[in-house]
Structures are given as structure tokens and as C-alpha cells.
């Protein structure tokens, strides 16, 4: 069973920059596609970026496309989403999320595994 910790949420205002982390345990990570997504207040989860395990793949929502950079460390089983030029409709709960599939796309089913989620605040 792959468990996901995400770290590195918090408060910016806007134009800042944050980066999450992601740290998988229990799998083998150079196997896991990895994503990230995100929930605004009464919205629904949202897709954001992925990467596949092998890193020739990845994707982008067009919200963050150009401000958004989604990256991997398989020696430390971490998966990293670095936010620049934030925004307030950034505002989210971030979740990490894994999928046992050599790519993944925009899909909420496609991925197997979650974290818990971390949240961002921007303001303006």
C-alpha cells in the first residue's frame, strides 16, 4: 500500500511562490505516475499537473501552465509541485496522487493512491 505526505502548503500573497512536497513510502516509486490536484472552497477536485514515472510525460491544467512546474526525485521517492506567481484563485487544498501505470492523465480515477492534502492560501 503507497502512502502519500504532502508538506509546504501556507500562506503567500500574491505573486509568491511555494513549492510542495510529496513523499511516497510503500511502492516502488520509479514506478508510480505521480499528480498533483486541488480543491477551492465548494468546488470539486481538480486536476493541476502529472508527470509519468519514467518523466517523458507531463501535463498541465491550462490555469497553471507557465507558473506551475511539477518535478521528481526517485532517490528520495518525492514528487514536487513548485507555484510561482501565485494567484488568489490558487487558494486550494493541494493533494498529491499516484497511479500504478506508466501514465496518467487529468482523471481523478486514473490514480490509485492520495495524500491527505495540504492547503494553500494566496491573497491579493
Known amino acids: 500500500q503507497v502512502q502519500l505526505v504532502e508538506s509546504g502548503g501556507g500562506s503567500v500573497q500574491a505573486g509568491g511562490s511555494l513549492r510542495l512536497s510529496c513523499v511516497a513510502s510503500g511502492g516502488t516509486f520509479s514506478r508510480l505516475t505521480m499528480g498533483w490536484f486541488r480543491q477551492a472552497p465548494g468546488k470539486e477536485r481538480a486536476f493541476v499537473a502529472v508527470?509519468?514515472?519514467?518523466?517523458?510525460?507531463?501535463l498541465y491544467a491550462d490555469a497553471v501552465r507557465g507558473r506551475f512546474t511539477i518535478s521528481r526525485d526517485n532517490a528520495k521517492n518525492t514528487v514536487y509541485l513548485q507555484m510561482n506567481s501565485l494567484k488568489p484563485e490558487d487558494t486550494a487544498v493541494y493533494y498529491c496522487?499516484?497511479?500504478?501505470?506508466?501514465?496518467?492523465?487529468?482523471?481523478?480515477?486514473?490514480?490509485?493512491?492520495w495524500g491527505q492534502g495540504t492547503q494553500v492560501t494566496v491573497s491579493s
Open positions: 496522487a499516484a497511479a500504478s501505470r506508466s501514465y496518467s492523465g487529468r482523471g481523478q480515477n486514473e490514480y490509485n493512491y
Open positions: 508527470k509519468s514515472w519514467s518523466g517523458d510525460y507531463i
